[in-house]
């Protein structure tokens, strides 16, 4: 291991949390999710092309900050995803990559053993203020 936390470690929680507390900061457009070692970040947006623009500039980001803290992170295990309302058609989006490598756009992902597609926001709701949670266009990087 160059760089990390071992998994299974008593105080691999405390030290992943230190980790990730350095992480860069989101634009206003960009929110992380976190859950354990689980990471979303979800990018909204009215336009689908924007979404894309500032997913790839935050993945830019991303990357500088892995390389100089020496993280590696398996991108194959990453996927990303387009929601929107039903009905509403888009072009599948420019590739995005993160290492050089391509994360996949997909209809359908899971995220902490919950199963979402494409169509799944209109459904999501904040249970702190009871409306729906994702407006717009939103890209979606669990990994």
Same mark, same amino acid.
């Given at each position: 291991?160059?760089?990390?936390?071992?998994?299974?470690?008593? *105080? %691999?929680?405390?030290?992943?949390?230190?980790?990730? &507390?350095?992480?860069?900061?989101?634009?206003?457009?960009?929110?992380?999710?976190?859950?354990?070692?689980?990471?979303?970040? *979800?990018?909204? #947006?009215?336009?689908?092309?924007?979404?894309?623009? =500032?997913?790839?500039?935050?993945?830019?980001?991303?990357? !500088?900050?892995? &390389?100089?803290?020496?993280?590696?992170? &398996?991108?194959?295990?990453? /996927?990303?995803?387009?929601?929107? !309302?039903?009905?509403? !058609?888009? *072009?599948?989006?420019?590739?995005? /990559?993160?290492?050089?490598?391509?994360?996949?756009?997909?209809? +359908? +992902?899971?995220?902490?053993?919950?199963?979402? &597609?494409? =169509?799944?926001?209109?459904?999501? +709701? #904040? /249970?702190? %203020?009871? !409306?729906?949670?994702?407006?717009?266009?939103?890209?979606?990087?669990?990994?």
């Amino acid at each position: 291991m160059r760089a990390g936390v071992a998994q299974g470690g008593l *105080i %691999s929680p405390v030290l992943f949390s230190l980790y990730v &507390n350095e992480l860069p900061p989101p634009s206003h457009h960009v929110k992380l999710g976190f859950h354990a070692d689980d990471t979303a970040i *979800i990018v909204t #947006s009215r336009k689908p092309m924007l979404s894309v623009s =500032y997913l790839e500039s935050y993945l830019n980001d991303l990357q !500088r900050w892995l &390389n100089e803290c020496r993280i590696a992170i &398996n991108v194959s295990k990453s /996927t990303a995803i387009i929601f929107a !309302r039903a009905g509403r !058609r888009f *072009i599948q989006p420019r590739p995005v /990559t993160l290492f050089g490598e391509p994360i996949d756009w997909v209809d +359908t +992902t899971r995220y902490l053993e919950v199963s979402l &597609n494409k =169509y799944t926001p209109g459904r999501l +709701t #904040s /249970t702190r %203020s009871g !409306r729906g949670l994702l407006k717009g266009w939103v890209c979606w990087v669990p990994s």
